[in-house]
């Protein structure tokens, strides 16, 4: 699986930003895709992830309710809004193929990850 991320920018706290992730190749090697991301200095971190097939979705507590994760199925695309964005979310945004355990917040339980995106947010 080759997956690209987009979206990413500058944005105000408050704002919104939607990022994209493009699966490509051998895209039913993995179940779902999942949103990762890595502030600076620290390590990277869980966001949310979805099942291709039933849409299923399970987030981070510091997202819940302020980001939500969809996906196309027919353009293999897997989607993050981010509402209320904090300047905490400030972050290199990853996206990974889901091949672990359903739930799992561990980076082991995905792979074949994209570039990165980076999203900062400002005062």
């Known amino acids: 699986v080759q997956l690209q991320a987009s979206g990413g920018g500058l944005v105000q706290t408050g704002g919104s930003l939607r990022l994209s992730c493009a699966a490509s190749?051998?895209?039913?090697?993995?179940?779902?895709m999942g949103w990762f991301r890595r502030a600076p200095g620290k390590e990277r971190a869980f966001v949310a992830a979805?099942?291709?097939?039933?849409?299923?979705?399970y987030y981070a507590d510091s997202v819940k309710v302020r980001f939500t994760i969809s996906r196309d199925n027919a353009k293999k695309t897997v989607y993050l809004q981010m509402n209320s964005l904090k300047l905490e979310d400030t972050a290199v945004y990853y996206c990974?193929?889901?091949?672990?355990?359903?739930?799992?917040?561990?980076?082991?339980?995905?792979?074949?990850w994209g570039q990165g995106t980076q999203v900062t947010v400002s005062s």
């Open positions: 990974g193929a889901l091949t672990g355990s359903w739930g799992s917040r561990s980076v082991a339980a995905f792979d074949s």
């Open positions: 190749g051998r895209t039913l090697s993995s179940y779902g």
């Open positions: 979805i099942r291709w097939d039933t849409g299923n979705t």
